[in-house]
């Protein structure tokens, strides 16, 4: 029954558009390419593998993987994430779906496997699902949104002017795309900010890219239809002090996601956090003059930072529970119920 992609890459295309449409109805649905930089381009060094499922000659459901973990790491950790149709479940979908992808990434060395569990109409089922696989809850995080009309520009004003008393000599750096040259290096410093964040009970270890990852990184994402637009806040004697990233796809300019941002520990203690955040809502709204919503996502347990968000006017959209275990268990588990 299930196919691999790219064979069936109009099926994934199809439920990927279903799904954004059910979870959020007022977004404009993710295009084409889109949905081939989420689910076919991984990032260098990882992994991505996509199973579709057909009954009835039509596209009924489809599971995703992407390997989180760095080569070398005796645990190596895959993201799990899929869909059943509605009118296509009780009829096995899941059950033959997970089954196989769990024994491709067996093979692929992977040892665990994390599922997030959204707070909406399917959560029950899910939560039986992830139990049944003997996964078990990791990390609480809340998906956030704010209107962009909402954001309050005097506010956003006070923040960039608040850096001057408390950083005095603090100096931000703009650009769309990859680093330049010139900063690059402390681009890739500051990015190794994000580290040190709260992971709660997730059973995984965070790692550095170099300075040329980070750019391939860049470079592949601006390939696939990413608009990139990151600041960077360095310190007096030019030192990588903090970073915020923030991007949204060509086929999909009205949503934007804020992505990491981070300050390096010993600099900490300035509200560079804030400033970060107002001058990069500053720098894409320029820029983008269609955007009506930005998204970001945090750990419950980063009080710091959803402070901040909360402050600048993001308000809770969804809130996800992290699920983790052995892929061992998980396969013993599957295997002994059959189809589910």
């Known amino acids: 029954m299930p196919n691999e992609t790219p064979e069936a890459f109009d099926a994934v295309v199809e439920l990927y558009q279903a799904n954004t449409t059910q979870r959020d109805p007022t ?6 390419l889109e949905t081939a930089a989420l689910f076919l381009q991984p990032e260098p060094g990882h992994q991505k ?3 579709v499922a057909r009954l009835d000659g039509k596209p009924a459901g489809m599971v995703s993987a992407f390997t989180l973990s760095q080569s070398g790491d005796p645990n190596q950790v895959a993201a799990l994430w899929g869909l059943v149709k509605p009118e296509f479940r009780r009829r096995g979908v899941a059950g033959s779906l997970l089954v196989q992808l769990l024994a491709r990434l067996k093979e692929m060395g992977q040892t665990s496997i994390l599922i997030e569990v959204l707070d909406d109409i399917e959560r029950e089922a899910a939560v039986g699902l992830v139990s049944k696989l003997g996964l078990t809850p990791r990390i609480e995080e809340r998906y956030s949104r704010v209107l962009v009309p909402s954001v309050d520009n005097e506010l956003m004003a006070s923040w960039i002017d608040q850096a ?9 750096e703009q650009w769309t795309g990859p680093a330049p040259d010139h900063l690059a290096a ?4 500051a990015k190794a900010s994000m580290q040190d964040g709260p992971l709660d009970d997730l059973d995984y270890t965070p790692f550095t890219r170099s300075i040329d990852e980070e750019r391939r990184v860049d470079e592949l994402s601006e390939a696939w239809g990413y608009r990139l637009f990151r600041t960077l806040v360095l310190a007096p004697d030019g030192e990588a002090a903090g970073m915020s990233a923030i991007h949204f796809h060509t086929e999909r ?3 934007v996601t804020q992505g990491d941002t981070g300050v390096v520990a010993h600099h900490r203690g300035r509200r560079l956090g804030r400033w ?4 990069s809502f ?3 709204v320029a820029s983008n003059p269609e955007m009506r919503v930005i998204e970001t996502c945090n750990a419950e347990s980063n009080r710091w930072m959803l402070d901040v968000n909360v402050a ?3 308000r809770a959209h969804h809130a996800a529970t992290a699920y983790q275990g052995p892929i061992n268990n998980a396969l013993a588990a599957i295997g002994s119920q059959g189809r589910q």
Not at 27 to 32: A, F, N, S, V
Not at 164 to 172: E, F, H, K
């Open 49 to 51: 593998v996509v199973l």
């Open 253 to 255: 300019p009205q949503v």
């Open 186 to 189: 402390q681009w890739a410093t």
């Open 27 to 32: 977004d404009p649905r993710p295009g084409p």
């Open 312 to 314: 600048m006017g993001f």
């Open 164 to 172: 001057a008393q408390l950083a005095p000599g603090y100096r931000i």
């Open 276 to 279: 970060l955040k107002a001058a």
């Open 282 to 284: 500053r720098f894409v």
